[in-house]
């Protein structure tokens, strides 16, 4: 069965600073990523995802995230963080097998001005 | 830019009672699915629904849960006789294809409270 760890329940990051969001996975088969963030009262919005390709992959607000197949990751990274980048962060995987999501427990980021 | 719309944003209810949660999933998506998060744990999994038929579910979704597609454009979850630990935030998803390769769109959930 497929699962997925956020090592890290809180980032600290002063604004301008590069940021990342730890992801990792366990999968059957070839794995379907995918990264996303909520806002207080909204729901989970999409940033990116990985299928196949580049191991790096460029989704919204300047967010981007490294597939790393050895290492069984899947980074999320910016290189200039934002006090409104703030949020909690989802990292999600479906394997070949399952149509659903398995989410992380998820990563609360917090953009210090 | 469209998106998935969800009524209430908070329902409290007691133990017992039936709660219909609605869903307006974005107009041209096929696949619709509802997660639940309980407060302080992960975004779960409960069902996905294509051509007003159940597509998977998992094993929180007992015989408790139903869901339905009443007409063109909701799509309700249902909880017959609810229990304190069906206290969730409850998340309607849709997307325009079910291959997995496709991203769901997720709602602002209703956040349920049984008492």
């Known amino acids: 069965a497929q699962s997925v760890a956020q090592p890290e329940d809180q980032v600290n990051v002063a604004e301008g600073n590069p940021l990342t969001v730890k992801c990792t996975y366990s999968v059957s088969g070839n794995p379907y990523l995918f990264w996303y963030v909520q806002y207080p009262n909204r729901g989970l919005q999409f940033l990116l995802k990985y299928i196949t390709g580049d191991n790096l992959v460029k989704g919204s607000y300047g967010f981007e995230a490294e597939f790393n197949k050895s290492q069984t990751s899947f980074h999320l990274k910016k290189p200039s963080a934002l006090v409104s980048d703030s949020a909690l962060y989802f990292c999600a995987v479906r394997d070949e097998d399952g149509q659903n999501f398995v989410f992380g427990p998820g990563t609360r980021l917090s953009v210090l001005p | 830019e469209p998106e998935v719309t969800q009524t209430p944003s908070h329902q409290v209810t007691q133990m017992g009672q039936e709660v219909i949660l609605r869903c307006v999933p974005i107009s041209n998506h096929l696949y619709f699915y509802w997660y639940r998060q309980i407060l302080g744990q992960k975004v779960e999994f409960l069902v996905s629904?294509?051509?007003?038929?159940?597509?998977?579910k998992s094993e929180i979704f007992d015989d408790q849960f139903s869901v339905e597609r009443p007409d063109g454009s909701n799509f309700t979850l249902k909880i017959r006789s609810t229990k304190l630990e069906d206290s969730a935030m409850y998340f309607c998803?849709?997307?325009?294809?079910?291959?997995?390769?496709?991203?769901?769109?997720f709602g602002p959930g209703t956040r349920l409270t049984v008492t």
């Open positions: 629904f294509y051509n007003n038929e159940i597509s998977e």
């Open positions: 998803a849709s997307s325009i294809q079910g291959a997995r390769s496709y991203e769901q769109y």
